[in-house]
């Protein structure tokens, strides 16, 4: 199982990010996939998941109405579109194929919100 994330960065508050997660070595349409960020010196957070299909998605209360979970189980790639970005959010964020197990997600990639 390989997870790689991309499109992190720095960026203003009330900014947006499109995080990317290519995913291989498993049969990706047939798995709920997650998005989890790890804050400075707080422990992994569950932010938002989505159904095999793409039908059924479900998000933490503090980025409901802000963030988009998605996937394109042809190319075997999940999404999160980050909108209105607090500093907050700041956090080192992956993708996992389990919304708790640190030993089911990739290397992950770093958002920054600062001014």
């Keep these: ?14 900014g947006s990010l499109n995080l990317s997660c ?8 047939w798995f709920w996939m997650y998005w989890v960020r790890e804050a400075p010196g707080k422990g992994q957070e569950w932010v938002s998941q989505i ?3 793409g039908h059924k998605t479900d998000y933490a209360a ?11 189980n042809a190319k075997n790639t ?6 209105n970005l607090t500093p907050e959010d700041t956090a080192v964020y992956y993708c996992a194929t389990h919304p708790t197990n ?9 958002v920054t919100i600062s001014s």
Excluded at 22 to 29: E, I, N
Excluded at 78 to 83: E, R, S, T, V
Aim: proline share 4%; hydrophobic share 30%.
């Design 22 to 29: 290519a995913a291989s070595g498993f049969d990706f349409k």
């Design 62 to 72: 503090s980025v409901k109405g802000r963030f988009t979970i998605s996937r394109d």
């Design 78 to 83: 999940l999404y999160l579109q980050m909108n």
């Design 51 to 53: 159904s095999e299909d």
């Design 1 to 14: 199982v390989q997870l790689v994330e991309s499109g992190g960065g720095l960026v203003q508050p009330g």
């Design 102 to 110: 640190p030993g089911r997600r990739g290397r992950g990639t770093q």
